[in-house]
């Protein structure tokens, strides 16, 4: 897909909405019935089977844990409808550099009604990310609430142009959802305009930590890739909001955003270094900016890489 039609859909997002949600993206459909086929099909998860809300292709013939996030496995058939988000700024037209509060209305999908009720997903109800549309702000963070409300978040938006917010959260009687809503801050050299990013494998030097990248020669669309970031020095490396990292992926467009966590965390070369492994499917080619997040002796690491994604062969 060409630079001018990504930036026609965004534009249409934008005539609709401004601050508020946009309607789902039909990409996004597409997006998950590219991933199908290496997760169980929806109608295979029948009565008496278990299967993990946050990712459907862990299941199981009897009750347990999910080996890749930790949540407790589900018995029944999966209902994957979506919710909707409606997302309010105060004020309506942001400000750079100023705080603008956000509040985030859930709706049921099938009445309407205010969602009220969430399942705790590694310690928190509500996780947020934010990213700016040239990449260079990231946000992960968790909107709070007080009582029986809508959750709400309080964010400086660094200088004037598009942001994405994706809301993740889970639910009670639903499934685990990924809504993405478009906030527009106005002011000098507003522009809209997809980043210029080209692949950049290289080592990172984070908080306290440094970090490198294993992946394959070339990655494709629609099909598994392992992702494995080495971490050094291991000592002193924990949980961090009930998993081992969390890792957000998303295209250079922000049509495609991906929350994951790590399949297998291990110790390499006599605890010299620790291994967090994903699995990833990216939707469609081109370049995707990943940011991977641990914690090491209490202190959250950040880093990001650009990856190269082709077409499936």
Known sequence: MSAIIRMSVILAAVVFCV???PAPDPRIVAAISAAADSKLPVADYAEGKFYCPMDSD??????GFCPKCGMKLVEGVKDTSEYRVSL???????????????TFAVADPD??????????????LYHVFVVSQDLSFFLHTHPERNGDEDFHLDVRFPKPGMYRVLSDFYPVGGTP??????????????ALQPAQIAADLSPRRTENSSVELDMPQRIAAREKTPLSFRVTP??????????????LAASSDLIDMMHEHPV???????????????????PRPGIYRVWVQ???????????FDLPVGESR
């Open 19 to 21: 601050v508020r949600a």
């Open 58 to 63: 862990v299941h199981s013939s009897a009750p």
């Open 88 to 102: 309010a700024a105060d004020p309506e037209a942001p400000r750079a550099a100023e705080t603008t509060r956000l």
């Open 111 to 124: 009445t309407g009604s205010p969602v009220r009720n969430f399942e705790v997903v590694h310690e928190k």
């Open 177 to 190: 959802q990924l809504i993405t809503n478009t906030v527009i801050v106005p002011g000098k050299g507003f």
């Open 234 to 247: 291991d000592d002193g490396i924990e949980p961090y909001l009930g998993v081992m990292a969390h890792m």
């Open 264 to 282: 297998q965390a291990l110790d390499k070369d006599n605890h010299a270094a620790k291994e967090l492994t994903f699995s990833v499917i990216f």
């Open 294 to 304: 641990f914690q090491r002796k209490g202190i959250v690491n950040t880093a990001a």
